[in-house]
């Protein structure tokens, strides 16, 4: 990006309020000045070449083929004399945060879960088959409760004002692109065995495997390698004894939770054989029936709001829809 702060305020109409950086891209948090929504977001490619103009066509065409409420919507391209910028939805936070903030209480954990297993599952029905930096920094949330007064009403639980979004499609469908370099991509504490460069496993199922670390995160609180939630978040997470990548394929993978169903779920997620990973169907049908065993009646309202969105969606496809402006 060439443009500095103050110049872009006045391009975009608004205040830069906070600027993220990953290890693409840049973010800017943006309050507006005269238009609705209060708060939008920009992403834009942090180095600026031939190439990473066309790296960030490509992330915008394939995140915005996905039709889903668990994905972070993105609103246009703005084009910035030749620099571009994805607008999308300002959101509250990522799940890390809220990961580490506090512990993550078991209802809660089954809120988030179902919200984000479903937004993989409109990933996967779209052209995307592997996001392949799947981790809980690129899920980001919404707080309803700063949009509607008086949600969620104290009847129901407090955890339900959050709104899970899957988002950074940079590294999506590498793999598709390039059954070799392809393989890349993923945070060491998230990267799956058969992401790593000379692995000698022959099926791909990187999402997986991470969804895996991410479940065992949230329903025990601790990272299957025995870390604590902040230890693998830091931007440089805390070194093991051997590597990650002798961890990912053959390290032990301890899921300590009472629920059966939940951790056998996840043990086989985490498993060395990408093969052998449950589908997402599979992780939905068995999180939603512990969910209702664990809490029927937070399970009912987490099921009204996702059936409730499903069906919007599917009413009105998106590509079928003409905006009229007049
Ligand atoms: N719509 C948004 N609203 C608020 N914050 C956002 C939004 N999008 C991204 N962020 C913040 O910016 C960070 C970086 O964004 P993103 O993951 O898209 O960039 P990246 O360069 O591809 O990251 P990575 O380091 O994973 O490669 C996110 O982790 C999040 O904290
Ligand atoms: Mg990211």
Redesign the pocket.
């Known amino acids: 990006m060439k443009f500095k702060k103050i110049v872009l305020n006045n391009f975009f109409d608004g205040e830069i309020i906070?600027e993220?950086?990953?290890?693409?891209?840049?973010?800017y948090?943006v309050k507006n000045n005269v238009t609705s929504p209060a708060?939008?977001?920009y992403?834009t490619c942090?180095y600026l070449c031939e190439e990473s103009k066309d790296l960030f066509d490509e992330?915008v065409l394939k995140w915005n083929s996905i039709n889903s409420r668990y994905i972070?919507p993105i609103y246009y391209i703005h084009n910035i004399i030749g620099e571009y910028y994805a607008c999308?939805?300002?959101?509250?936070?990522?799940l890390?945060?809220l990961m580490s903030q506090k512990e993550v209480c078991e209802t809660s954990a089954y809120i988030y879960a179902l919200q984000i297993i479903k937004g993989l599952m409109d990933m996967n029905a779209s052209s995307i088959e592997h996001h392949q930096?799947f981790?809980p920094?690129?899920i980001?949330f919404e707080d309803m409760s700063r949009l509607f007064r008086g949600f969620p009403p104290k009847e129901i639980h407090p955890s339900h004002r959050y709104r899970m979004?899957i988002?950074?499609?940079?590294?999506s469908n590498y793999y598709v692109k390039n059954n070799i370099d392809g393989r890349a991509g993923g945070?060491f504490p998230f990267k799956a065995p058969e992401q790593y460069k000379d692995s000698q496993l022959s099926d791909f199922e990187p999402d997986r495997f991470a969804l895996g670390v991410l479940l065992c995160m949230l329903f025990t609180g601790k990272h299957p390698c025995g870390f604590k939630q902040n230890q693998v978040f830091k931007k440089n997470p805390k070194k093991l004894k051997t590597s990650w990548k002798t961890w990912a394929h053959s390290g032990s993978k301890t899921v300590n939770f009472h629920n059966n169903e939940v951790s056998n779920l996840i043990s086989s997620l985490l498993s060395t054989e990408p093969e052998e990973r449950p589908n997402y169907n599979e992780c939905f049908g068995v999180i939603r029936k512990q969910f209702e065993i664990f809490n029927p009646n937070e399970y009912s309202t987490a099921m009204f709001h996702i059936d409730y969105f499903d069906k919007q969606y599917s009413a009105y496809p998106r590509d079928k829809l003409r905006t009229r402006v007049n």
């Open positions: 906070k993220f950086s990953g290890n693409s891209g840049k973010v948090l708060y939008i977001a992403k942090k992330e972070v999308m939805r300002a959101c509250d936070g990522t890390a945060d930096d981790n920094q690129n980001l979004m988002s950074d499609f940079a590294m945070k």
